[in-house]
């Protein structure tokens, strides 16, 4: 089991950053793979960025390359994403995830943080 739990959440302007923390509570991150996913009201959840337990290359959804940037710290068994350039497409509720199977799909995922609003005004 792992407990997630999200936080950097926000209002900012057109053109700001944003960086997003997701920790392990009462659990840790080691051998499991993180994602980042996006949801607003009315459309399915949206693959953002994932990246392996062992780290190497992260993926990323087409929406966001260029511009977010997903890190990990194995030892405080914490993920981020770095969000730069942002625009208010990206308003929506993020996500981490959790999982020992690497996947940039949401339903491979079994666990999920409670989510944290971020909203980019135009």
């Known amino acids: 089991q792992v407990q997630l739990e999200e936080s950097g959440g926000g209002l900012v302007q057109t053109g700001g950053s944003l960086k997003l923390s997701c920790k392990a509570v009462?659990?840790?991150?080691?051998?499991?793979?993180t994602g980042w996913f996006r949801q607003v009201p009315g459309k399915e959840r949206e693959f953002v960025a994932a990246?392996?337990?062992?780290?190497?290359?992260?993926r990323y959804g087409d929406s966001v390359k260029g511009r977010f940037t997903i890190s990990r710290d194995n030892t405080e068994d914490t993920v981020y994403l770095q969000m730069d350039s942002l625009t208010p497409e990206d308003t929506a509720v993020y996500y981490c995830a959790a999982d020992k199977t690497w996947a940039v799909s949401a339903r491979y995922y079994d666990y999920w943080g409670q989510g944290t609003q971020v909203t980019v005004s135009s």
């Open positions: 990246l392996m337990w062992s780290g190497g290359q992260p």
């Open positions: 009462g659990s840790t991150l080691k051998n499991y793979h």
